[in-house]
């Protein structure tokens, strides 16, 4: 166990068909990859593929797999189809009930609140894509000052100022102030900071963006982790999403590069513990404003790099590389769709078995989210814990 480390990377918002009760969420029907792929004639991902992804789920262009790794869908236990519940579930850490939403905006009583808590007014207040919103009250909010307040279908409260008109640090105080506000029924999932900058018709989010997340409703994998005395460092939105509990260290990843080279520098010098890693641009960036070209850009960006993760796998190693929600290009509006997660890991025993000429002989693993938590917990220090969730890894 001494040396032993997982890395484990949600690529946010690569959903691989809809889940049982996706109707009850308007999402039925939908399959982000596979309507992804559509799309665009085809994906070409080696990498992914050979460990099967083709496998999990019908993928134009990406072949099922003769010889698979762990392969399958995982889907949540509770209600949700946000990066918090999502992220929070692979973790062991499930919603007993839906976080509360606000389909025709926040109600005054609640507006009146925010504005004395943050000291600052707001404009919009209704479910609005983020790009729109800032293109629709930017000129107002440089105008006033007043911040720019919406939602979406999912349990969040974003806050969006342009950084010369309000500064990055006063936004997150107020943002902060916004989530101290936020209590009992009105306790939504994620209070999120949208700095941006540019001129009146250009303008453009900055890389300042914050998340303020409730903690996770229960105990999490991340916790049973750090008891055991097992490093746990989390990239980009990680350390964000679970209120930093039992994340011990936070690495840069507000872009799929930066995350990126943060990964290839925690696996050049750890030699021990879980590296938990969020992929944002494929929801922030390409999903919830419909670039399927550059959705599939970012996910040939990733398999380059799983590839190199391949190749330099330890035998101690786990890879486990799965998603948080969907967020289909095809599908009415711009929000997440209620889906499930894409499964695809190996240990690097199994990787050197296949590059010696041998067989990954992974087999098939359909399962809750929080598989993935159990299985880093059994990997990196044996355990288990009771919390949802089962090893897939014996």
């Not at 999403?241 to 995350?259: D, R, W």
Request: some cysteine.
């Amino acid at each position: 166990m001494a040396r032993r480390r997982a890395l484990v990377v949600v690529m946010d918002a690569c959903g691989v068909g809809a889940l049982p009760d996706a109707a009850s969420y308007g999402d039925e029907g939908t399959n982000t990859l596979a309507h992804v792929a559509e799309a665009i004639g085809g994906l070409a991902l080696p990498a992914l593929a050979q460990l099967g992804l083709g496998s999990i789920v019908a993928l134009l262009g990406v072949p099922a797999a003769a010889d698979p790794a762990i392969h399958g869908r995982l889907h949540p236990l509770g209600p949700g189809k946000d990066s918090a519940t999502g992220h929070w579930e692979l973790m062991g850490a499930v919603l007993a009930q839906p976080l509360p939403t606000y389909p025709e905006g926040f109600p005054p009583e609640v507006v009146a609140r925010l504005v004395a808590a943050m000291g600052h007014e707001v404009i919009c207040n209704r479910p609005y894509n983020g790009i729109a919103a800032i293109e629709d009250f930017g000129a107002e909010h440089m105008r006033t000052g007043a911040l720019i307040l919406y939602t979406s279908q999912d349990s969040v409260l974003q806050l969006a100022a342009h950084a010369e008109r309000v500064p990055a640090q006063e936004l997150y105080a107020a943002c902060a102030a916004a989530r101290a506000a936020l209590t009992g029924e009105h306790a939504v999932g994620r209070v999120i900071a949208r700095p941006f900058a540019g001129e009146q018709g250009a303008f453009e989010r900055t890389e300042g963006r914050r998340d303020f997340a409730l903690a996770p409703p229960g105990r999490t994998y991340l916790q049973e982790l750090c008891d055991a005395g097992v490093p746990v460092h989390g990239v980009g939105k990680i350390h964000d999403l679970f209120t930093g509990v039992g994340v011990a260290h936070s690495h840069p990843g507000a872009t799929n590069a930066q995350a990126l080279a943060s990964v290839a520098e925690l696996l050049a010098q750890l030699e021990r513990g879980l590296v938990f890693v969020n992929l944002i641009e494929t929801d922030q960036l390409y999903g919830h404003r419909k670039d399927v070209l550059g959705f599939a850009a970012a996910l040939r960006q990733l398999d380059k790099h799983v590839a190199r993760w391949l190749a330099g796998m330890r035998e101690d190693d786990l890879l486990v590389l799965t998603a948080d929600h969907g967020v289909d290009p095809s599908h009415a509006g711009t929000d997440h769709t209620r889906e499930y997660a894409p499964l695809l890991a190996l240990t690097g025993e199994m990787a050197r078995r296949r590059a010696a000429g041998g067989r990954y002989a992974g087999a098939r693993h359909d399962g809750p989210l929080a598989d993935v938590g159990a299985t880093a917990l059994r990997w990196l220090a044996d355990r288990q814990a009771p919390l949802p969730g089962e090893s897939f890894i014996s």
